[in-house]
DNA sequence: TACATATTTGAGTGATCGCTCAATAACATT
DNA sequence: AATGTTATTGAGCGATCACTCAAATATGTA
């Protein structure tokens, strides 16, 4: 509430004494949960304080602890946010697919080609979140571990879709095909985050690819 | 100082007294900075207070300060002295070896090795920290991904002696190899920093070093 | 031994941290 | 319109942060 300075300087203090705590918008839930998203996952859990949270939400202290209990507590929601769009993101490029392992192999394709586009791309929010915790944080770790946890499920799920579908032999291990196709995603988003150029990043991810597309088997 | 509580008060308060403000023995830097780079590792810059550095190095501020500068400057010491031992120890692997594709193919293993023997393994620190950098601090992220730049062209350097030993093709591009070989410590370490089990770990290492073995041309 | 120099301590600084709560504004009900 | 209820503000709290500096201790020199 700064005074204003202006030719009319009457007409400036009232101003100012109306403005007074003058009450804001009340906030949106899913907005603030989406910025706080963004916040947290390029600056991390440490490094953020409740002033960079305030600066993105457009709240006041008492406003987010009224709506989220404890920056903890924001955090574990703002990772929760995180993997429901991950989750969505590679579950809306498998749906519809008559070739599982094509769209598997295209969504590692897609990671080299988000990167060209986004110069401020970051590694993926669940791995900072789980090589940056401390002990005493350990329960978001956990969460972070939970969720990756469930998309190599997801993953799984779509290496089995290809054994349905003909693609892979019956017999193929796909809880390892997921471990081995999720840490590939961690690798190749951290070189995106670590700025390695755009022709390095997407040879890497074609290759990570073609090692997918290879498994099919001859029909 | 803590006045001592035992039976006889006179002996315990003139202990006191004579032990008020006694100097510590002078530190060894080599070993203030091993303890420094081992916290730095686990906590991370941002979480790791002067406070947790005092207990590691047992030392006080003004001794942090006048050996060190700062905070930011003993994290730049640690770091080099962690690029500078990671090196050592891909040289030292690579050393009196017959096979350059051999040794490349068994340090990827022995990264599944160690995270068996180390219950609290973490992942690279560079990585760590390059993911873990935030625009405040964006000098010690580009001294970490300067460091792993030094150590990709050191891999580059073990796949030029595979191509002189004559396990590789001459035409091979070796830069390429190094990145997605790098690509793959990174993966590996955060599967184990992660808590991945020990036979799922040995298993994608395996898998990585006999990719790496099957690049080797008949003989 | 006396004095000079170097080193370490740790109390204290100003700033920032996560969070609380009384005051105020906005909304709902009668 | 008056009253009651709910939501937001932001000053201020106690704690912690990175760092400084005068005092004290240890080491070196004449």
Same mark, same amino acid.
């Given at each position: 509430m700064t005074p204003r300075s202006n030719a009319n300087d009457k007409s400036g203090l009232l101003q100012y004494v109306l403005e007074?705590?003058?009450?804001?918008q009340p906030y949106d839930r899913e907005t603030a949960l989406d910025a706080a998203m963004t916040l947290f996952w390029t600056k991390g859990y440490h490094a953020t304080s409740l002033k960079d949270l305030e600066g993105a939400l457009n709240m006041k202290p008492g406003s987010i602890y009224a709506a989220f209990s404890s920056k903890e507590a924001l955090f574990s929601a703002a990772l929760e946010r995180y993997f429901q769009q991950t989750k969505e993101v590679f579950r809306s490029m498998h749906? +519809?697919?008559?070739s599982p392992l094509g769209a598997l192999a295209d969504y590692l394709r897609s990671i080299a080609r988000d990167a060209d586009t986004d110069p401020d791309c970051q590694a993926c929010m669940l791995i900072k979140t789980i090589l940056n915790a401390t002990t005493e944080d350990a329960a978001i770790a956990e969460q972070a571990r939970h969720y990756l946890d469930q998309i190599r499920d997801e993953i799984a799920t779509a290496f089995d879709r290809a054994i349905a579908s003909g693609e892979?032999?019956? +017999?193929?291990d796909t809880n390892h095909l997921a471990r081995r196709y999720q840490a590939n995603i961690s690798a190749l988003k951290i070189e995106a985050h670590r700025g390695t150029g755009r022709n390095e990043l997407a040879a890497l991810a074609d290759e990570a690819a073609g090692d997918v597309e290879r498994l099919r088997v001859r029909q």
């Open positions: 007074a705590m003058k009450r804001a749906r +519809d697919t008559d892979l032999p019956a +017999d193929i």
